[in-house]
């Protein structure tokens, strides 16, 4: 899998929206970016209540207002209780009581998930299903976790945030194992993007290639998926996994499908990149388009004659997904 950016708010684009990256800014920094057809609005439809849980403060990078105009209920961090933040959603702010360990960046991964295992609990005794999208923040610079979690000193470097990550996710697994809504709640454990995108190419594919699990599929066999993939495909795979039928605008496809035909979406701000198979076409500011061969094996990209239908399809994409937006066909019961 390949995420479509080098940001957090790129990441929940495609994780949400399931489109290519429009040029400039994420979808979730613009305006007129409420009421769209989300995974959110999928899973409401489907008798879901949906939340957004973040580690700070989810006024930064315009999260809350996102989530918030999309249906989403709002907890997080607040630490800026006097944000004039103008969106209709519910915000719950996260407890002192229930933190053991801040830094500037919010809240460590463990206590997130605590707070996520007791909102499920609440939620459970309600009936009805919920689907939480849940957005760590522990993995980031400066890089502190707690003390006597793992044997990497806090603050040393992204190896022990890496492994505090890891160890934390499985904390939480093992936590909820006995809750009596586990066995029928499925896990997806994502990254948003990579730790850097810089490399030696001006869009260099190998940093965009992420993780993805899907965890506690009922009845189902363990599946390695090696196809290429998008990190826009990922609710549409699950939502076949599940047998579920829906009508949306989503660009992602189920990866699992015999017709499915490898491809990436992934851009800068200013970049577009798409790769059928090993076919690379980048598309620049004034209309500039260069075509390359990519090599796996060595990171290479090789100029090449393009193959215009790839080219075309390229183009269709990313232009038709950019129209869409500014035209309100990514509103719900828009086509």
């Known amino acids: ?34 009421h769209l057809t989300t995974i959110g609005s999928i899973f409401s439809h489907q008798g879901y209540d949906t939340s957004f849980f973040y580690g700070g403060d989810g006024y930064f990078d315009n999260m809350n207002k996102y989530f918030g105009d999309n249906g989403y209920a709002i907890i997080d961090r607040n630490r800026n209780a006097f944000a004039k933040e ?32 007791r909102k499920s609990d609440e939620q459970y005794k309600t009936g009805k299903p919920f689907y939480d999208f849940v957005m760590t923040t522990s993995n980031h610079r400066p890089f502190t976790y707690p003390d006597g979690k793992i044997d990497i000193p806090s603050g040393s470097g992204r ?84 047998g579920w039928n829906y009508t949306s605008n989503l660009y992602g496809k189920n990866v699992l499908s015999d017709s499915y035909i490898p491809r990436i979406f992934v851009g800068t701000y200013q970049k577009l990149a798409y790769m059928e198979n090993d076919n690379l076409v980048i598309l620049s500011p004034q209309q500039k388009v260069e075509t390359f061969k990519y090599v796996q094996e060595k990171n290479e990209q090789i100029a090449v004659v393009p193959k215009q239908e790839i080219v075309g399809r390229a183009i269709a994409n990313y232009q038709t997904a950019y129209y869409l937006y500014k035209n309100n066909g990514l509103k719900q019961n828009q086509k």
């Open 1 to 34: 899998m390949y995420s479509t950016g080098t940001r957090t708010v790129r990441g929940m684009e495609a994780l949400s929206l399931a489109i290519p990256p429009t040029p400039g800014n994420s979808i979730v920094r613009r305006k007129n970016n409420d």
């Open 159 to 242: 190896e022990g945030a890496v492994k505090y990550t890891d160890y934390a996710i499985g904390a939480f697994l093992k936590k909820i194992k006995n809750k009596p809504w586990y066995k029928n709640t499925v896990i997806v454990i994502v990254a948003d993007h990579c730790a850097s995108s810089a490399g030696k190419n001006e869009i260099d594919i190998s940093k965009y290639h992420i993780p993805a699990l899907i965890v506690n599929l009922q009845d189902r066999q363990s599946l390695k998926i090696n196809k290429m993939c998008s990190q826009i495909d990922l609710y549409p795979t699950l939502f076949n996994l599940l």
């Open 86 to 117: 103008n969106y209709h959603a519910p915000r719950t702010s996260i407890e002192d009581r229930n933190v053991t360990f801040e830094n500037a960046w919010g809240i460590c991964d463990e206590d997130l998930y605590n707070e996520v295992i």
